[in-house]
């Protein structure tokens, strides 16, 4: 019987174990991929709203724009492929230059780049008669360049580096605008009123809807890994929701998906640290075969 309960116990740590390791790679997303690659400020407002009538309002066709204007954005990638202009990655790099000599380690690739394409948004949507389509289809397309120059470059990266694949995202982005505009256009119609529908499902689910500055986020898997990547990205905490644990007691293990987890053996607790839990099950692990060897 000892025996039994000693494998249950590993067993407890292992599923404990895996279930950190995998959080701990979700909170290393350097995208929004997991929140449908959405554009959402930094510093904006995210709420997850609880199943109720007030949710399903708020599925309206504005609040899907930005959800459908980053589905557009890479359906449409493939007809929009113009070739980067030069005096606008030369203008872009003089200005980022100077930042980086100034403060170096406070440069961010994303933020960079996505604040030099959106300031085109304003003025090449001004004339547009559906101004708040396309604004959003100019940001989700500065997002969606910003993000693929930005991801390969590694945080240990110089500067100048970062500066460079910026303003090759940027360009790039301003370069396909015309194109993506007119190409998602077409399709705004249908996109919201699928996406809206699936909002409206959310909100008569078990979790509800999330939402950022009053956008619907749809995600592409769950609602737990979305927020790890708004966590991971933005340093976005989502308000409402909560992050579930792994709990293990006795002989028995339950486990939640979330964006953190903490695993408790008897009187002992451990933190949630993949690494730290990693120790204390390979140290059971040895308490286990040493057991069995006698």
Same mark, same amino acid.
């Given at each position: 019987?000892?025996?039994?309960?000693?494998?249950?116990?590993?067993?407890?740590?292992?599923?404990?174990?895996?279930?950190m390791l995998a959080v701990g790679s979700s909170a290393r997303a350097q995208d929004l991929s997991a929140c449908g690659d959405i554009h959402i400020?930094?510093?904006?407002?995210?709420?997850?709203?609880?199943?109720?009538?007030?949710?399903?309002?708020?599925?309206?066709?504005?609040?899907?724009?930005?959800?459908?204007?980053?589905?557009?954005?890479?359906?449409?990638?493939?007809? #929009?492929?113009? +070739?980067?202009? @030069?005096?606008?990655? %030369? &203008? !872009?790099?003089?200005?980022?230059? *100077?930042? /980086? =000599?100034?403060?170096?380690?406070?440069?961010?690739?994303?933020?960079?780049?996505?604040?030099?394409?959106?300031?085109?948004?304003?003025?090449?949507?001004?004339?547009?008669?559906?101004?708040?389509?396309?604004?959003?289809?100019?940001?989700?397309?500065?997002s969606g360049e910003c993000d693929a120059e930005c991801n390969v470059v590694p945080p240990s990266a110089s500067c100048d580096a970062k500066c460079?694949?910026?303003?090759?995202?940027?360009?790039?982005?301003?370069?396909?605008?015309? #194109?993506?505009? +007119?190409?998602? @256009?077409?399709?705004? %119609? &249908? !996109?919201?009123?699928?996406?809206? *529908?699936? /909002? =409206?499902?959310?909100?008569?689910?078990?979790?509800?809807?999330?939402?950022?500055?009053?956008?619907?986020?749809?995600?592409?898997?769950?609602?737990?890994?979305?927020?790890?990547?708004?966590?991971?990205?933005?340093?976005?905490?989502?308000?409402?929701?909560?992050?579930?644990?792994?709990?293990?007691?006795?002989?028995?293990?339950?486990?939640m998906a979330s964006a953190g987890a903490s695993c408790s053996v008897g009187v002992g607790q451990r933190s949630g640290a993949p690494l730290g839990?990693?120790?204390?099950?390979?140290?059971?692990?040895?308490?286990?075969?040493?057991?069995?060897?006698?």
């Amino acid at each position: 019987m000892k025996k039994r309960h000693a494998w249950l116990f590993g067993g407890c740590a292992a599923v404990c174990l895996m279930d950190m390791l995998a959080v701990g790679s979700s909170a290393r997303a350097q995208d929004l991929s997991a929140c449908g690659d959405i554009h959402i400020e930094a510093g904006a407002e995210c709420e997850l709203v609880p199943p109720s009538l007030e949710c399903e309002a708020a599925c309206t066709p504005l609040s899907v724009e930005a959800a459908c204007a980053a589905e557009l954005t890479a359906s449409c990638d493939g007809m #929009c492929s113009a +070739e980067l202009e @030069a005096s606008c990655d %030369a &203008a !872009c790099y003089a200005e980022c230059s *100077g930042q /980086c =000599e100034v403060d170096p380690g406070a440069f961010d690739c994303r933020a960079g780049c996505q604040g030099d394409c959106e300031a085109e948004c304003s003025g090449q949507c001004e004339a547009s008669a559906g101004s708040a389509g396309c604004e959003a289809s100019c940001k989700a397309t500065c997002s969606g360049e910003c993000d693929a120059e930005c991801n390969v470059v590694p945080p240990s990266a110089s500067c100048d580096a970062k500066c460079e694949a910026g303003c090759q995202g940027s360009c790039q982005a301003q370069a396909n605008l015309d #194109c993506q505009i +007119e190409c998602q @256009a077409g399709g705004f %119609a &249908a !996109c919201e009123g699928r996406i809206q *529908g699936g /909002c =409206e499902a959310a909100c008569m689910g078990d979790e509800g809807a999330l939402f950022c500055d009053g956008y619907y986020v749809d995600p592409r898997d769950s609602i737990d890994a979305c927020a790890a990547a708004l966590q991971a990205v933005l340093d976005i905490e989502i308000e409402g929701y909560a992050e579930a644990s792994g709990e293990c007691s006795g002989n028995s293990c339950s486990a939640m998906a979330s964006a953190g987890a903490s695993c408790s053996v008897g009187v002992g607790q451990r933190s949630g640290a993949p690494l730290g839990l990693l120790a204390v099950f390979m140290t059971l692990s040895a308490a286990l075969v040493a057991r069995r060897v006698k």
